[in-house]
């Protein structure tokens, strides 16, 4: 008897930029954070992958912007959809098929969105109907901040107590059109470094290696408590000193690392120093800037202040392109080719 052939099914999601940082793993096996963590989910920017899973396939079929998946990226999503086939009971081997609309190796997130794609994706085309809150918890053993990027808005990972991880999980604290006058200036900087480690395995380092880690777990919930409500109450002049300290903090986890973790240009270090100097000159808090483990900065200002500061921070030597985002909306399905059954 032959099995009904499978859907084909699209599923998109956006990169997210963490405002606390995960930086951690305190289980690998079930992939669970040491401290839990919140980002904004960015508009604009999409990850869109196809899955569809078929009986005829020898090996699963990756291909990434329209080229073959080779080497770790290819072994990632293949590990990834073990997971998912394990899950759904299945065995058939998967055509997938993924496209961002923004550069890949430009270190803008891309492994959050193109999981968090890839775990709506193939979930559904495996005959899984997921929550968004168990899609969460899948999409972590891609990426972890790809559990993320299921949600729009402003989106909490819960790093949770149990040690089964039923209580780790993104949910979404508050939605994309929250706070319209938030919007995240994104400065390209030239010649970002092409990360040599992946982030999964840099974090562990800093775990092993950093004196100051046990420091700032002590510092993260608190922070985190802080900046949640500040976002509630859309309060910047609250909200961009805490980003700012939590930026430092990751940025000193880092630095404290051996061998050191070191993510930046001298551009992404002069911008860092032009919106400390712009709050100076403002006598109050207009912007914050923030990282992760890449080069690129993400400076989160208000409307009325933006154009001064993107013509300001645009001058910098060795910016070579700024985009402005906001808050965005959480991973949806795009298509689901019904196939009729043989
Ligand atoms: O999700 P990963 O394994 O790519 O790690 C993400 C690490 C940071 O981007 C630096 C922080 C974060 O919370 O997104």
Redesign the pocket.
């Known amino acids: 008897m032959s099995r009904p052939l499978l859907p084909s099914v699209t599923y998109e999601a956006a990169p ?3 405002l ?4 951690g793993v305190r289980d690998p096996t079930l992939a669970l954070p040491y401290n839990s ?1 919140l ?1 904004v989910t960015l508009d604009r920017l999409r990850s869109r992958t196809t899955v569809r899973f078929d009986a005829a396939l020898g090996e699963d079929r990756v291909s990434l912007n329209g080229v073959p998946a080779t080497g770790g990226p290819r072994e990632g999503v293949v590990r990834f959809l073990d997971r998912v086939r394990a899950l759904a009971g299945r065995s058939e081997r998967a055509d997938v098929r993924s496209a961002n609309n923004f550069p890949t190796a430009s270190g803008l ?1 891309s ?2 969105s193109g ?1 968090a794609a890839l775990a709506g994706a193939a979930s559904l085309a495996a005959g899984l109907a997921l929550s968004d809150r168990d899609l969460s918890r899948l999409a ?1 053993f891609g ?4 559990c ?1 990027s299921v949600f729009g808005g402003f989106v909490e ?1 819960r790093a949770g107590r149990r040690p089964d991880g039923r209580d780790c999980f993104a949910r979404s604290i508050y939605g994309p059109d929250h706070w319209p006058e938030l919007v995240d200036l994104v400065l390209l900087v030239r010649d970002a470094p092409v990360k040599q480690v ?3 395995e840099a ?1 562990q380092a800093t775990v092993r290696t950093s004196a100051y880690f046990p420091v700032r777990q002590r510092e993260v919930p608190g922070r985190l408590r802080r900046m949640r409500a500040a976002i509630g109450a859309r309060r910047a002049d609250r909200l961009f000193p805490l980003v700012m300290e939590e930026c430092d903090s ?1 940025r000193q986890a880092c630095e404290t690392t051996r061998p050191t973790l070191d993510y930046l240009t001298s551009a992404s270090r002069a911008i860092l120093a032009e919106v400390r100097d712009a709050n100076q000159r403002a006598g109050r808090p207009i912007a914050a800037y923030t990282h ?3 080069a690129h900065v993400h400076v989160f200002t208000l409307r009325r202040h933006l154009v001064r500061l993107r013509s300001q921070l645009a001058e910098i030597d060795g910016v070579e392109r700024t985009l402005v985002v906001r808050p965005g909306p959480g991973g949806r399905t795009l298509a689901t080719a019904q196939k009729a059954q043989t």
């Open positions: 997210n930029i963490a606390v940082k995960y930086w963590s980002s997130a492994s959050a999981f972590r990426s972890g901040s790809a993320r990972w992946r982030s999964a974090m990751f992760d483990a890449g």
